[in-house]
């Protein structure tokens, strides 16, 4: 199978999600620091990053399914045109601040924004599957004895969806590295309120490379909102596996997110290097993540299992080497390899997710998810700051270093229960539902 960005709809998702990420990062900083110099209070920062996630992902499946439901042509870009003028608003409201209503704005804002990226995301997956079926298998490729045709073109969809969502990571992963030190150096110099404009102007330009593109699905779960979401509900707890897929990467997810407010006080206090150490600490974590990411687009679609697993135990050793690292120097390592287990583990599981659900169920399915991504690292982000309170920046880390780890090792039970390398996607329950 040849290069899945062969596909010119494929293609142009990857770089319009890219150019959103990287203006995403860039207005998260802007607007975190304005914030913080506006009240000097770090609760304001926290209360916005809870407007901005905890609130929409409640409301993200809904709006999902809503957008699902419409026949209309322009509903994805809609949504990412509505974040360019929130976000323009956000930039004017900066000059004097009113903190309740850039609440409100943050709140609609990363409501589309998660909306938004779950249909994207259903949309590079039908995009990838349109591909494969339209490409014959190749040299090397042929069907092999009593494997029926069908099998194999299911095969063949699956491993081009997984390589988009690979490329997807892979944009990500880059974003993740350079957008926050983008949107910190614009901000010092320029300004929150420049850094906003150019956030606006990247989710205008993503609007417009999707203006094609539209997410409708008429398939599965009637016209009203409520059913639509109730035939997800069911496709969770029918699909062998799915239900504590979902709930064991939750745990992880907090687990990894717990590290956040634990990593300044540890490198401003436990390794006495300032700002500065605590900057090149993120730049090595965020180097092994796009190492990993690259790793991840060799992986086979029917081994997403193993990186799951290995991308977890591999961000709970690196938590564990930071509580035992007595320098910066070697706490490197440590970051580099939690860096990997990063840009391999959230992929895996958008994977393992689109693997085991049917296409008329992408979108709802990638809702749950992205509100999970959501939700989780706020449980987090208050687990790492009360263990720094009651015990050390080194202890916190071995804590939830070997919390990271024992859910490795739930995802290793779960591996022989996940059915991964079947080609199924419970297409009877789907058309059932």
């Not at 998702?13 to 607007?31: F, H, P």
């Not at 010092?188 to 956030?199: H, M, N, R, T």
Request: hydrophobic share 55%; proline share 4%; charged share 10%.
């Amino acid at each position: 199978m040849g290069s899945v960005l062969q596909s010119p709809r494929v293609r142009g998702i990857v770089v319009a999600y890219t150019v959103n990420r990287l203006g995403t990062w860039i207005g998260y900083v802007a607007l975190s620091v304005a914030i913080y110099d506006h009240t000097h209070s770090a609760l304001a920062v926290a209360a916005l990053l809870v407007a901005a996630q905890v609130l929409p992902a409640l409301l993200v499946p809904a709006v999902v399914a809503r957008v699902e439901s419409s026949p209309g042509q322009f509903e994805l870009s809609a949504l990412y045109f509505f974040e360019g003028a929130i976000t323009v608003l956000l930039a004017v409201l900066l000059r004097d601040p009113w903190l309740p209503a850039v609440m409100l704005l943050a709140a609609l804002d990363g409501t589309a924004a998660l909306a938004a990226n779950s249909l994207l995301r259903a949309a590079l997956a039908h995009a990838a599957r349109e591909w494969a079926a339209e490409e014959e298998p190749g040299e090397g490729q042929l069907v092999p004895p009593g494997v029926a045709a069908s099998q194999e073109a299911d095969e063949r969809a699956h491993e081009a969806e997984h390589k988009a969502n690979a490329c997807l990571n892979v944009g990500f992963s880059f974003t993740f590295m350079l957008g926050p030190a983008i949107g910190g150096v614009i901000t010092a110099v320029s300004g929150a309120s420049l850094a906003l404009y150019l956030d606006a102007v990247s989710f205008f330009l993503c609007g417009a490379l999707l203006v094609r593109l539209h997410p409708h699905i008429q398939e599965a779960g009637g016209a009203s909102v409520r059913s639509r979401l109730r035939a997800a509900i069911e496709h969770i707890n029918e699909v062998p596996g799915l239900k504590s897929l979902l709930l064991i990467e939750a745990v992880a997810v907090v687990f990894f997110a717990s590290g956040a407010p634990i990593e300044v006080a540890y490198a401003r206090t436990t390794l006495d290097t300032g700002d500065w150490g605590y900057g090149v600490l993120l730049g090595v974590w965020g180097l092994g993540t796009v190492a990993g990411s690259f790793a991840f687009v060799r992986v086979p679609s029917d081994r997403v299992g193993v990186t799951l697993t290995a991308g977890a135990f591999a961000v709970g050793l690196a938590y564990v080497g930071f509580a035992a690292a007595p320098t910066l120097a070697l706490a490197f390592p440590a970051a580099l390899v939690g860096g990997c287990g990063n840009g391999v583990q959230w992929a895996s599981l958008i994977s393992a997710v689109q693997r085991l659900t049917p296409e008329a169920l992408q979108g709802r399915l990638m809702g749950a998810v992205e509100s999970l991504g959501a939700l989780c690292p706020a449980i987090g982000l208050a687990l790492g700051g009360a263990l720094v309170a009651l015990t050390s920046e080194r202890g916190a880390f071995l804590i939830v270093g070997l919390g990271a780890i024992a859910v490795t090792f739930a995802f290793l039970t779960l591996q022989r229960t996940l059915d991964l390398h079947s080609p199924g996607r419970a297409s009877e329950a789907a058309t059932a539902h």
